[in-house]
């Protein structure tokens, strides 16, 4: 099952229990992430399967897997768009702010 990581060159810092993603050296821009996608980011350390991670979600948001599994599709989607995602194993680990 796939593996998925945060690029390194992106800052982050969580906020209650929101997430605010900071790509400085890619886009430029700045992302608010709510509950769920914040509880997904912090899990894309490269060390998670999707699988892994829509199992955490099942359980810490009493969901069930279908639903789980398309919202982990949206947005690790989403995250591809913007670039924000690693696509080479040998990138440093992401940095907290």
Known sequence: MEKVKIKSRIAFKKIAKETYVFDYYGQGKGHKLNEVASFIWHLLDGSNTLES??????????????????????FINELKSLELLSGNDNDQQRQSA
């Open 53 to 74: 991670i829509s199992q955490k979600m099942t359980q810490e948001f009493s969901v069930d897997r279908m639903t789980a599994q398309s919202d982990l599709e949206c």
